[in-house]
Structures are given as C-alpha cells and as structure tokens.
C-alpha cells in the first residue's frame, strides 16, 4: 500500500512541478486548428466519396 501512496504522490509532484502546461490562450488556438482541421478533412473525404459514387454510378447504368 505504501508503493501506492508513493506513485500517487510522485505523480502529483511531477505534474506539478515538470510539466509545462499550455496557456489558455494557446490552448483555445491549439483546439480552433483542430477544429477547423477536422472540418476541412471531413469535407475532402465527402467530395472524393461523391466523385467515386458518381464515376460508379454513371458506369453501373451503362
């Protein structure tokens, strides 16, 4: 049980003492460019998906 306390305490001292956290204005820029990262991914991978359909679409009905 005293190896528990150990790590638990260590683990809060490491946290913090060595981690360097972001600031929260670096963190709201760091979450926005997720954001739109993901947006403009999810509309490339929907265009290519509608191309494909449509390319097989139109071949299927020949």
Known sequence: M???GTYVKES???LTTKVAWPTWNKLQHSAILV???TL???VVIWLIDFVI???M???YQL
């Open 2 to 4: 005293s190896k528990l």
């Open 12 to 14: 809060y001292k490491e």
């Open 35 to 37: 954001m739109v990262s």
């Open 40 to 42: 403009i991914l999810s």
């Open 53 to 55: 359909k449509t390319i």
């Open 57 to 59: 679409t139109g071949l």
